[in-house]
Structure formats: C-alpha cells, structure tokens
C-alpha cells in the first residue's frame, strides 16, 4: 500500500512541472554521461532530469527537469553551447530537448520519433543532430530549422549514433545486429556491417574517420575499417563475460572503452586489440561512458545510480 | 411413465434433477489451505460414483462458509480469505450437501508476488513467451523472452534492465510498458492479452510496486501438482472442469488452475479449453495433460461406450495370461466387447508373419490345423464351423475366412504356444529381429563403409539369435569400444560421432524418448531441463575415433580429456544421464560405463518399459504408447497397468526378449479375431480385437516372392536372399522404397512409412514385381501345375499358398464363376493361375495381416 501512495505523488508532480527529484538518487539509474568540450562540466542523465556538474569538482551546476522518461543521451554541441538530451515514453513517443549552456534555457525539438530516442550525436559543425530510436529510425535534424530527415532501414531497435569526425557520415547500430553507414548529407545507406551475431548497443568512429568500432550482446568487440562506400571487418575480440553496453574511443585514437554488463570497464588498445587496463569491478552496470576532451579522464555512470570518474594517464 | 414423467416435470420447474443422496458427492479438492491475503481457491462438486468420480455438479450447486469473517465463498464455488482461522464450506445440491475444512493464515503477513512462482507462469499461460511471440528465437518487437519461461533469471534482467529498463516503471506500475502492451492500451502486436484490473493485471502491477524483485535461490521451489479430480467417469456431451493445486516446498499450496497449460491427447475423445474445462464429445479414454512451471500432471477421463455389456462377457472371456486379465479389465470399464479368438488358420499365418515376416506353407498350415484339432478332440471339443465369442456363445462366421474343414469351437493354447516355442527357434526369426534392431540403430553403407556395416549387422543379429538379453545388448553397444571391424557395437560411434547426436540418438533408441527440443531450451512437453540434456551429452564427452590399421577401420575409445559445454553459459556441466545420479568432471574412467549402468537397470522408467512398448507394438499394431517411441509424461500409455506389469515382468526375469515375445503371442489379446464384436468397431486402442495392418514393405516383398517361388533379386547380394536378409538399407529396391522402407538416416521410428499411396497400388497392379514373378520360369506356379492337380484342388491349393486356408464354398463357387473351368491347355491353363493367383496376392487379405 505505501508503495501505491508514493506513486501518487509521483502522478501529481509530474502534471505539476517541478523539477523533480522524484526517485531517490540511489536508486534511478543514472544512463548517460557526457563531458563538455572544454572538458570543464560533466552532464548525466537520470531519470527525467539531467544534472550538470562542474567536471573538477563535481558541484552541481545546473538541474535540467523535463525529460518524460530515463534520459538515455547527452552530448554537448562541439562548441560547447548546446546540451542536447534524449528521452521518451517507451512505446509512446521519443524525444529530444535542447538548452543552452549559458542560460540553461531549455528549448525542446519537435516530437518525431514514435519511440524512446536512445542515442544522439552532433556533426562536427554543430548544425546537424542525429538521433537514433527504439521504433527503427535514425533521424537527422537540422538544428536551426527545427526541420528533420528519417533514415530507414533497420529493422530492429537503433540504440546508437554516431558521426564520422569530418561530418559526411552517420553510423547506427541496431537491435538487428548490423552497424548501417549513411551519407549524411544525402540521407542514404552507403553500406551495412552484418558481423555481428546478436543484438548490437554502441558504434563510435575512430578519431580518423577511417575505423568504426561496435559491440552488443554477444560480448565481442569488433573494428572495421571504414572507406567511403564499403566496410570490412578488421578485427574482433572476446571483450566480456555479459553484453557489451558502451564503446567509446579515446581523442587521440589509440584506446577504446568498453563497458559491460559482466560490471567491469576496459580500456583496450584500439589498433589490435588487447586489454590495456581493467578498472575496479563496478558496483553494477556501466550505462554511461564519457571520455574527457584531452582523453585524461573517464566518467562512468552506473545503473545503480553512482558516478565515477577516473583518471586515465597517457597509454592508460 | 407418470411418474417419470411427473419427475421431468417438476425438474424442469424448479431446475433441479432427482434428489441426490448423501455420500454422493463431494467437494474437492477435500481440504482447503489459504496462504495470505490475495489466495483464492476453486471449488467443485463432483458426483460419485460406485467409488468414482461420476460428473461436475458445480453449476447446480449452492456454496456457504461457515464463518464469513475467516473466509467468504462465492456463487461460482470461489474460496476467499479474510482474517486467520477457520471455517467450513459446504455445497448443498438437490438435498445433499459435502463439506470441506478451510484454514486460512498468514493473512497479516505480506505475500509478495515471485517472479519464478507467479510471474513467469501468468506470461507463460498468457502466450507471451510462447514460441509465436516473444519467446521465438529473434524475439518479437526488440523483446526476446526465454521460450515458456525456461530461465527466469535472463527474464527478469531483460523486464527490468534491458533497453535501459523501458518495460517498467517502478514509481508508476500502470504506466509500465509491460502493462501498457499487455492490455492493449498502447497498440500491441499480440493484442490484449488480458485486462485492466484482472488478476493477471494486479499481479503484474503489485510486482512491479513491490520493486520487482528478481528471481532467487531463496524462492521456494514447485513440488508437484495435483489435480482434481484425478479420473473421472463421464459420458459424451458432459463436461468436467478440473482444478489444479500447485504444492510448494515451502509447504504452501496454491490454486493455479487459470494459469495451467491444458491439452488433451486425443480430442474426439474429449477436449478441453483454455480453462481447464474438458468437453467429452465420444466413447474411449483420454488423458487430458497438464503443464505449470515445468512440472505435468494429467486427469484421466474415461468415457464408456454407451451400451452396456453384460458382466458374464468379460468374465467368459478367454484369459491365457496375465496380460488378458489386464486388457480385459480396461475393456470391461470402457464397456467395450471383446473380440473372439481367432481361427487357427488365421493364427498360423500371423504369428508367422509378426514374428519372423515370413508365410507359412501349405504343409506347415495343414499340420498345424491337425495338431489344434487332435488338442481339441483330447479336450472334448465340437465340430461345427464356428467362431466363439467371448461370452461362449458361437456365430456362424460369414465375413472372416474360414475353412470348413477345420471347426475351430474351443481354442487349444497349448497347441498354438508350441508353435510359438518353434518360430523363436527359427533363423527366419533371427533375420526379421535382426532387420528391426538394424533399423534402430541405422545400419547402413551410407556412413559405414561396408565392412564396419557386416561386422555391425553380425553382431546384432548373432546377439539376437542367441537370445542376448536386452539390458547386455544395449551395453555392449553404449561402451562399445576398439575396432568396428572386430567389434561390430563399436560402429554405433562412427554413426553418430557429436555428443549432441549420441545424445539426442540413445534417448530415442533405448528410452523411447526425444528430448531434441531441450538442446535449447526447456523441453515444452516433459519435465527435461537444458541442465539434463547437456549433463547427458557430457556423458559422451571424451569419446575419440581414431583411424584402424586397416582401410575403413575405426577405432573406439574413451578418452581422459574432453568436455561438452551447455548452451548459453559454456560451462561443461557434470555428466548425468538425465535424472540419473551426477558423476564428477574430473572422475576416472570411461564415463560411458555410467551411462550405461543407469540406462539398464531394472530401477530406470524409461529403458525397459521403451522395449516392451516396441516389442508390443510389432504384435498388436499399436503401442500402449503411440507412437513406439514417444513415451513422454504427455503422452500416457493407454493401459499403464498392463504396460507396468509387462515392464516389471521383463525386468525381473532378466530382460528376456524371447520371453516376452512368448508372452505377448500365447496371451488371447495376441489372438483375437480381427473381426470386431458388434458396438466394438471403433475401438482401436484398446485391443478388442486384432489390429489389422498391412504388412511393413520387407515382410510383404518376401511374401510375394515365397508365395510365387521366385525370389527378388538384390544387386549385390546372392540370389534366394530375402529382403529380411538385407543387411543394408542402400539396397536398390523400387518395391522397398514404394512401401516406405526407412533409410536408416533417423533413428525415429516414424522413418518407416506406413501410409498407404497410389504408387504402391499401381505397382502392385502393374508393377513388375508381382507380374514378374507370376511370369518366372520354373516358380512355384509352375511347380503345382507340375502336380496336374484337378481344377478344385489346384483352386486350393493357391489359397493355401497365398491365404494360408483353404476357400470356403462360395469363394470357390466365385472363382469358378469368374474363370470358368481352367483350360487345359498348358500355357492358358498357367496364365489363368497367374491370373488367379495375381488377384489373390494383390488382395487386401494377402497384403495384411490380420
């Protein structure tokens, strides 16, 4: 019964908009992290809200209320005055909501997706958004104009996005168990990766543009090597004991961070390979994974709701 | 007839039937335990019956609860809790009434919902995880569920971590995505699997409240289920519903009726809905089965043939051994009439063809006849041309063949036992078991080179000429090892070289059981579990092969080092056969040899009561589970009485094979006519009578070529070689592959066909084989015209050769009519005997046996 009331309330202060702090800090997962490109803030996103925090001290600057659901997303613009943040009502609606990092005034894109967004990125020149969704779609928008393009192809869940470093290219890895790579610009499948053998959660681009990474639920890390209309696979590695949840490349190329649900961060290096550093077993999983702008320091936040973040030194 | 009358009447006025008297019925289940505040429990009233359960009487009846304040009933026969203690509910229907005890406690304790105990089961009933839905290889809509259920723990994490937890929403259950699909109130591609506000919804939205607590080792485990009632005794057009009680380690019970898989095994019999209520729509018995939580259980419903049979038909009944006391016990509850014996002309022929597939001659049957007959006088038989039925009266038979020398009015088993004695002896005998072991375990050149096939074949049919017992058979050729030249067992290995086939193979060949579907998940239909089928395939885990010195050769051996991983977690588990005892991964020795200690012992469910089951099946037509090799807790035999009791007599008397064949053959079951009693027709299940069949393609080639004289010729193969005799199935035989001769690629028994098809009726018309062999220089056709026998007896003597009895009257009369005098010329006196003898040989009589 106590937990009935306590749902009320949470009905009530939902219709009512405040900025809530509806689930207690440990208990909502915190699902996205993302620092700022001057690498002075770190943003994470909970559940309907998304806290920004000063990356050196981790004092809380800002509250950012208003996302319907977990906020599966963040990434700042690459000039450093937009946060954009993903969400949505799970079988309902996807959503995508902008402030500005001055003001933190929100402003919110329209509605588009007919599922949770899960995953967003920026073009290198900050005008274009990509959003990929739980109902199939990779969608671009074009951030000025409010206007967006729908990519479809998948046929299963995209769970992530990511944009080549020189902007033509958008890559989406999917449920389906392919990563498909779009000419940006012209909103069309260039090719797709099919290597995998189950449902894939990440992609990120190599620095260069030239190498992508992914991985998913059977548990292997996979490099391609990227030329403009085809990909072929480079190499592949057993990477953990459970799905691999996140990958993500450090700025100068030569690591690349898994995290798992096995509870365990690596870092590898990302030419061949080889584990180069395992950090201390997670309390739980690690959804978010941030790697800071001089590739010095990585945030993770984890399902149980905690964040950590790590030093990370010069060759890990 | 008022007063019958008066009674509609007044019956259809107040809507209640003739008084009932007390002791009549009663409430089940007997006794009523609530656990906690949100238990329920169905009641019914059923009706009894001499001792049995006789009908539901629920809908008539009225409910009360002694003490509402303890526990409340509804009109429907609905337990409810609410508060701790005791009370009484009684039904009263027509006069009578029937109580049971409720005891409700733990009401002020929380219950909270299992995943394991609750959730799964309701998404299991509910369809979700179902193999046309989520629980489908891909999943559906990005939701991939464990096939019924089979691993909570993966469930679980998928409801409420994956995709970042978006089926749920802890602080608002009704929000959760979970529900939201589930009662179609956001568009949903299964549709509206149950509503908002039922019991599933709030069992569902109290987990979800609760914090949706994950499965856990603490979480008391399903013992078994009972089920109410467990037999009943019904007519066509009642219905029955039936309940089932979950019984928990814990102690608990718990209601699960609406969440129960039901199915019945045969639906013209009964037929049951998704609630648990069983329609009878016709005459026989059924099992209706049971599926919670991968545990089964089944009701029996047994609807009796509606016209009664008196006692003394059943009690006059011919009982050779015990096997009849137990056919006819069940016939007698099913009220169906037994078949008379049959004649001993029709006996020779069968037991000749079912057990050693080949005809008798004219000789052997005309001796025979005289020896049932002298056994007859010495007993103080009579004459007449008769067959008796079970109630010692006698009916002139006019359908079934019979020949009027030979009155057949009382039955000699002695005469017919001894003729059973001399067939095991025969090598003929040899040859037809030979060829049905060689079936099972598929010898064949198409994966053994020739000689590793001869050294196979040899050996199985030398331990069947010397009458191995079964259990040693079936050792030998699980621990087989060495040469597969030298040691003919040892080629079972190079057949199936894969653990996952060893096992998947010997389940099906020696435990009459496939457990395939649990290579993946959960077996759907029975209690095995991923966990059994990959501790058994580890059994066969360090088997190795190694090339012999000579070409072909293989070499078995077991080896110190191997392991077969489980699916899903790649952890090689300890090997156990099945349900068997577990032996250490790391234990000396050829783990085979526990295989095969558990696989032969007396103790083992499977292993005996598999063999007696096929080794029926070949004599009666049917086996007491259908199909021969499809024994599963499903699938029930249709006597287990007689089943255990044949199962227990093999075991104990060593694993017998030539025994137990004797015990089916000498037992009047075994002959029976083929000619049904009047009202029996229908029955084919309970051997009322013989099942007629038509004879499996090797036995019936070598018929047609034994009755003509002129054997086939088999490329390869010396000229007189039988196609029993074949020791190989890659042998080319149009006539064989025509009548489904099975490959020997499976080891199912479905590999050979029965089903009858046009090719086989056009072959057999204008095929070469018959016409050819009619044709053949120097046969048997040629051999009797030879005799210059006059036209009568010529007549009767082709009978012989192809019926194993003589024509009656009228059928001689018939030929007579139809090929007038034969002429006497030679050639067309030998093309009329073709003719004759063709119509005879393509005639249902010859093609089955009966």
Known sequence: MAQYSRSLLRVFAFCVPLATATVSAAVAPRSSAAFSPDGALLAVGGYQEVTVREAATGRTKARLGGPSGAVTAVAFSPDGKTLAASSGVPGRSGEIRLWLTETWKPTVLAPAHSDVVYSLAWSPDGKTLAAGSYDRLVSLWDVKSGQSRKLKDHTDAVYSVAFSPDGSRVASASGDRTVKVWDAAAGKRLFTLSDSTAELYSVAFHPTGKQLAAAGVDRMLRTWSIAPSAGALSRSAFAHDGPVIRVAYTPDGQGLFTSSEDRSVKLWDAAVLVEKRVFEKQPDWGLGLAVAPRGDRVAVTRYDGSVAVYQVGPGG | MRSLLRCVILSVMTGTGPALASGSVTLLPGKVELTGARATQRLIVEKREGGAFAGDLTGRARFVSSNPRVATVDAGGVVRPVADGSAVITAVIDGAKASAPVRVHGTKKPFPWSFANHVMPLLTKMGCNSGACHGASAGKGGLKLTLRGYDPDADHATFTRQALGRRIVPSDPPRSLMLQKATGSIPHGGGRRFAVGSREYRVLEQWIAAGCPAPSPRDTRLQRLEVYPPEAILKAGQDQQVLVRAVFADGHTEDVTPWVKYTSVDDTVAAVDDHGKVSVRGSGEVPVTMWYLSKVAFARISAPFPKPVPAEAFARAERFNFVDDLVLKKLRALRIRPAGICSDEQFIRRAYLDAAGVLPTPEEVEAFVKECQAERNRAGGNGGNEETRGNGKTRELRAAPISSHFPISSFPPATRARLVDRLLERSEFADYWAYKWCDLLLVSTKKLPSKGMWSFYNWIRDGVAENKPWDRFVREVVTASGSTFRNGAANYYVLHKDPIELTETTSQAFLGMSITCARCHNHPLEKWTLDDYYGMANLFGRVRLKNGDLAGETLV???????????????????????????????????????????????????????????????????????????????????????????????????????????VMTSAAYQRSSTPAKGSETDQKFYSSYIARRLPAEVLLDAISQATGAPTEFPGYPRGTRALQLPDSTVVSYFLTAFGRPERVQTCSCERQEEPNVAQALHLSNGETINGKLRAPGNALERVLKENLPDELLIERLYLIAFSRRPSPDEKSRVEKALGPLPTDPKARREAVEDLMSALLTSKEFLFNH
Do not use: C
Request: proline share 10%; glycine share 8%.
């Open chain 2, 557 to 663: 051996l077991s080896g110190d080092l191997g392991d077969v991983p489980r699916i899903r977690t790649g952890v090689p588990l300890p090997p156990k056969p099945l349900d068997g005892r577990p032996i250490p991964l790391d234990a000396a020795g050829d783990r085979r040899e526990h295989l095969a200690q558990w696989l032969t012992s007396p103790e083992n469910p499977y292993f005996a009561r598999s063999f007696v089951n096929r080794v029926w099946r070949n004599f009666m037509g049917r086996g007491l589970v259908e199909a021969e090799d499809d024994l599963r807790l499903t699938n029930p035999p249709s006597n287990e009485e007689l089943l255990a009791a044949l199962t227990r007599d093999f075991t104990s008397n060593g694993f017998d094979v030539k025994r137990l064949i004797r015990t």
